[in-house]
């Protein structure tokens, strides 16, 4: 079974994971999840076990329970096609807003939406988006 595991603490490493859910059973892997740039914890992983009745014997006994000086979420994971998808903007193809903007996408260069709307350039108010400059740049 594919166990999720988030609001883990910055430090918590793949092993000590693995270390943890060990108490209840044989573990197949454990993983926690790094943001591919900066190297650093995205404060959630998974772990897998192999036999189910002692990952439902984990999932009930960590769940809610503080490690590492945080409260942690553990629940079965869910297979990535049964998640629902959200829209939006997206890296380096931007676009996002309309009247009144928002949080719409934005390129490398700027903010999606805005007051007039957004295309790959951004509005006149700029928005939340874009990787390098965003905000209320017009470019």
């Known amino acids: 079974?594919?166990?999720?595991?988030?609001?883990?603490?910055a430090g918590v490493t793949s092993d000590d994971l693995?270390?943890?859910?060990?108490?209840?059973?044989?573990?197949?892997?454990?993983?926690v999840i790094k943001d591919k740039f900066t190297g650093e914890s995205k404060r959630f992983g998974f772990v897998e076990m192999?036999?189910?009745e002692e990952a439902q014997k984990a999932i009930s006994e960590l769940d809610g329970c503080e490690y590492d000086k945080s409260v942690i979420v553990v629940k079965k994971a869910e297979p990535r096609e049964d998640r629902p998808?959200?829209?939006?903007?997206?890296f380096n193809r931007g676009g996002?807003?309309?009247n009144r903007g928002g949080f719409g996408g934005g390129n490398n260069r700027s903010g999606g939406g805005g007051y007039r709307g957004g295309?790959?350039?951004?509005?006149?108010?700029?928005?939340?988006g874009g990787n390098k400059f965003?905000?209320?740049?017009?470019?």
């Open 18 to 31: 693995k270390e943890l859910f060990e108490e209840y059973g044989e573990v197949v892997s454990a993983n």
């Open 85 to 90: 998808r959200t829209g939006g903007g997206g």
């Open 119 to 128: 295309d790959n350039r951004g509005g006149d108010r700029g928005g939340f």
């Open 50 to 52: 192999g036999n189910e």
């Open 1 to 9: 079974m594919n166990i999720f595991v988030a609001k883990l603490s």
């Open 96 to 98: 996002g807003g309309g």
């Open 134 to 139: 965003g905000g209320n740049k017009n470019y």
